[in-house]
Structures are given as structure tokens and as C-alpha cells.
């Protein structure tokens, strides 16, 4: 039987989000059924909505940072019951079956894993609604359980947020003495900083923006550096292994890759687009420095993140809203007005508008 579920969502491109119901597809034998009670606000979810990348299906149910509690499993489910909290990130399902997938990099996956929202489910081609709803219906294989000592509140960014900074951290083997740089303190710049922090590396946030070293130092940064001061550039030339860039609008790429020691990588996290200018590649050559992308991460990767935040007490920093403040969330999202996510009660759903 198809679920009937009350949600927001955006009918067309450029609207604003208004209560939407609409029907889940039937629970399968190995799903999981999810009552939503947290949701994080991404600014992919943005992305979506205004139908930037010109490629979303309306109406679209936002949503990929989600914390719920198990109200119902299939018959052949075994690693979840009743009333465990377990997370849905950015994917439900994959092919499970390419290389990418036996790697278990199904973000990768050769036929496009199945997005929470925006995509259309492989098996009976309903269209997928994401995390701002009641409920949501997702393969076991794509449930992440919730360490019990996680603040369910500030683990719904870990799902994109923290997974997004966490891949490209343990793919590069970041550990003790690593240096690490992290242009951008948001909402991915504000994950890098802390876990990067935990890893046991030295940490340097980059901002154009003077003012953020408090803020910056609480999160686990040794070093702030001002980016458009060439002095101060200049003078980290050659020290980092690893640049986590999170910055999701096109910008220079060319300051950041002399400052790379040899064999150090700069990594693109923040879908930043067409570079602005054409790219220096000497200082990439001369030092053996590489450029790389990297999108969120893996359902194995994800539940260690997930376990390693538990074990070290890390949860975003959130600003809680209910569900009926979620346009003008969005504005203030675009204006940096938040420190440094926010989370959306969905039990607020339930209030009258």
C-alpha cells in the first residue's frame, strides 16, 4: 500500500516552497520506513529549487540530511528495528553491481546512484522525495545507523556536510601532522575545520573575510590566513598536503597551488563551476601538486564518519527552524546569515500554519 505524506515543496522553478502532499512508493521487503524528526538545509537543496543546474523535476521535495526514528522494516531487514534513529544521506540506492559500487563508492556509480530527492527509484520508477516530509521509504542498504551518543540534531548535516569533508580527508590519509588547509567557513568549511582538527592535523582556514579567527580557532583552526593578502600567502608557500576547497561559487584557483608541498593535493568539495581564468599550471608541474574533485562519499565511508563523530562527540553547529521558516532560511543561507547549518524540526510540520 502506497503512503500518503505531508511535506514542503517547490511546484516550479523559482517558487517558493508551500505544504505539499504526495505518495510514497510501496514499502519493499528490505526497506526500511523512516519517521523524519530532523532535517538539514543544504545549499544543494537550493540549487534545486531554482532549477540552477537545469536539470529538476517538479514538484521537488528537498531534503538529504536526515535523522529519523524506524516505525516499520520489511521482512528480509535484519539490520534494523523499531525505534533505532538512523540517518538518510544524498543517496537510496545505487546499482550495486559496478566497480564503483564493489568499492563501496556508490556515489561514483557508473548508472548514477538514486538521489534522496530528485531522481527516479531503479526498481518501480516513482519519482524519489527528500527529507522534508513525515516519512521516507529507503533500502536497508542505504540506512545509516545513529551512534547513541550523537545529538540527532547536529548529526543531520553530518549526512552531506560532514561526509562531503570527511571523504577527501581520509582518501588522502590525513592523520597526526598533516597539514591541512580549508578555504570557506559555511557550512562544509565549519565540518573540514573540525574534523580535519580531530584527525590530529594542523589545520589553517582560509577567508577573504577579516574577523573569522575566533570563530575559525573554536573550531579547531591553528591559523587564520586573510587570502587576498599576498603576504601572508606567500609565506605558507609549500606547506599544506591537503586544501580542501569548499567554496561553492566559481573563484581563483591559481593562489592556492603554490602553496601545496610536493605531491599535495587541492580538492574541490563546493561545485564550484567554470573556473574564472585560465589555470598556472608551473607551480603544478614543479612540485608534483595535483587538483582533484570529490563528492560526498560512500553508505561504508558515511557510517564510519558517523561512528568516528560519535566516539569524538562532533556534530555540525546548527540553528534549529521550523518547517514554515524554511524561505526565509533560504534567504539568509544566501546572505551567510547562519552559524554554520540549519536543521529543520520536521516535527513542526505538524503546527498549524
Same mark, same amino acid.
Given at each position: 500500500?502506497?503512503?500518503?505524506?505531508?511535506?514542503?515543496?517547490?511546484?516550479?522553478?523559482?517558487?517558493?516552497?508551500?505544504?505539499?502532499?504526495?505518495?510514497?512508493?510501496?514499502?519493499?521487503?528490505?526497506?526500511?520506513?523512516?519517521?523524519?524528526?530532523?532535517?538539514?538545509?543544504?545549499?544543494?537543496?537550493?540549487?534545486?529549487?531554482?532549477?540552477?543546474?537545469?536539470?529538476?523535476?517538479?514538484?521537488?521535495?528537498?531534503?538529504?540530511?536526515?535523522?529519523?526514528?524506524?516505525?516499520?522494516?520489511?521482512?528480509?531487514?535484519?539490520?534494523?528495528?523499531?525505534?533505532?534513529?538512523?540517518?538518510?544521506?544524498?543517496?537510496?540506492?545505487?546499482?550495486?553491481?559496478?566497480?564503483?559500487?564493489?568499492?563501496?563508492?556508490?556515489?561514483?556509480?557508473?548508472?548514477?546512484?538514486?538521489?534522496?530527492?530528485?531522481?527516479?527509484?531503479?526498481?518501480?520508477?516513482?519519482?524519489?522525495?527528500?527529507?522534508?516530509?513525515?516519512?521516507?521509504?529507503?533500502?536497508?542498504?542505504?540506512?545509516?545507523?545513529?551512534?547513541?551518543?550523537?545529538?540527532?540534531?547536529?548529526?543531520?548535516?553530518?549526512?552531506?556536510?560532514?561526509?562531503?569533508?570527511?571523504?577527501?580527508?581520509?582518501?588522502?590519509?590525513?592523520?597526526?601532522?598533516?597539514?591541512?588547509?580549508?578555504?570557506?567557513?559555511?557550512?562544509?568549511?565549519?565540518?573540514?575545520?573540525?574534523?580535519?582538527?580531530?584527525?590530529?592535523?594542523?589545520?589553517?582556514?582560509?577567508?577573504?573575510?577579516?574577523?573569522?579567527?575566533?570563530?575559525?580557532?573554536?573550531?579547531?583552526?591553528?591559523?587564520?590566513?586573510?587570502?587576498?593578502?599576498?603576504?601572508?600567502?606567500?609565506?605558507?608557500?609549500?606547506?599544506?598536503?591537503?586544501?580542501?576547497?569548499?567554496?561553492?561559487?566559481?573563484?581563483?584557483?591559481?593562489?592556492?597551488?603554490?602553496?601545496?608541498?610536493?605531491?599535495? $593535493?587541492?580538492? %574541490?568539495?563546493? /561545485?564550484? *563551476?567554470?573556473?574564472?581564468? @585560465?589555470?598556472? +599550471?608551473?607551480?603544478?608541474?614543479?612540485?608534483?601538486?595535483?587538483?582533484?574533485?570529490?563528492?560526498?562519499?560512500?553508505?561504508?565511508? $558515511?557510517?564510519? %564518519?558517523?561512528? /568516528?563523530? *560519535?566516539?569524538?562527540?562532533? @556534530?555540525?553547529? +546548527?540553528?534549529?527552524?521550523?518547517?514554515?521558516?524554511?524561505?526565509?532560511?533560504?534567504?539568509?543561507?544566501?546572505?551567510?546569515?547562519?552559524?554554520?547549518?540549519?536543521?529543520?524540526?520536521?516535527?513542526?510540520?505538524?503546527?498549524?500554519?
Amino acid at each position: 500500500m502506497t503512503t500518503n505524506v505531508l511535506g514542503y515543496a517547490s511546484l516550479s522553478a523559482k517558487e517558493a516552497l508551500v505544504p505539499y502532499n504526495f505518495v510514497r512508493r510501496d514499502p519493499r521487503a528490505d526497506d526500511v520506513v523512516i519517521e523524519i524528526l530532523y532535517c538539514g538545509i543544504c545549499h544543494t537543496d537550493l540549487h534545486y529549487i531554482q532549477n540552477d543546474w537545469g536539470r529538476s523535476i517538479y514538484p521537488l521535495v528537498p531534503g538529504h540530511e536526515i535523522i529519523g526514528r524506524v516505525i516499520d522494516t520489511g521482512k528480509d531487514v535484519h539490520r534494523f528495528k523499531p525505534n533505532d534513529i538512523v540517518g538518510v544521506g544524498c543517496m537510496v540506492d545505487s546499482c550495486q553491481k559496478c566497480s564503483s559500487c564493489n568499492q563501496g563508492l556508490e556515489q561514483y556509480c557508473k548508472d548514477s546512484p538514486t538521489f534522496t530527492y530528485n531522481s527516479i527509484d531503479r526498481r518501480d520508477k516513482m519519482p524519489t522525495f527528500g527529507g522534508y516530509s513525515e516519512k521516507i521509504i529507503v533500502n536497508e542498504k542505504f540506512v545509516l545507523l545513529i551512534p547513541k551518543d550523537l545529538d540527532p540534531k547536529g548529526a543531520a548535516p553530518l549526512l552531506c556536510a560532514g561526509i562531503t569533508t570527511w571523504s577527501p580527508l581520509r582518501h588522502w590519509k590525513i592523520d597526526k601532522g598533516s597539514n591541512v588547509g580549508v578555504i570557506g567557513l559555511g557550512g562544509l568549511g565549519h565540518m573540514a575545520l573540525k574534523l580535519a582538527k580531530a584527525l590530529g592535523a594542523n589545520v589553517t582556514l582560509f577567508t577573504r573575510s577579516p574577523g573569522k579567527e575566533h570563530d575559525a580557532h573554536d573550531l579547531g583552526a591553528d591559523k587564520v590566513v586573510i587570502s587576498t593578502d599576498t603576504k601572508q600567502m606567500d609565506a605558507i608557500n609549500n606547506e599544506f598536503d591537503l586544501i580542501i576547497d569548499t567554496v561553492p561559487y566559481t573563484h581563483e584557483l591559481n593562489p592556492y597551488i603554490p602553496l601545496l608541498s610536493v605531491n599535495g $593535493t587541492l580538492v %574541490l568539495v563546493g /561545485f564550484p *563551476g567554470n573556473l574564472e581564468s @585560465t589555470l598556472n +599550471t608551473t607551480p603544478l608541474l614543479m612540485g608534483r601538486r595535483s587538483i582533484a574533485g570529490s563528492d560526498i562519499g560512500g553508505i561504508a565511508e $558515511t557510517q564510519e %564518519l558517523l561512528d /568516528f563523530c *560519535g566516539k569524538h562527540g562532533i @556534530t555540525a553547529d +546548527t540553528e534549529m527552524i521550523k518547517i514554515r521558516d524554511i524561505n526565509e532560511a533560504y534567504k539568509r543561507m544566501l546572505k551567510s546569515d547562519v552559524k554554520y547549518r540549519f536543521v529543520i524540526d520536521m516535527s513542526s510540520l505538524k503546527d498549524k500554519v
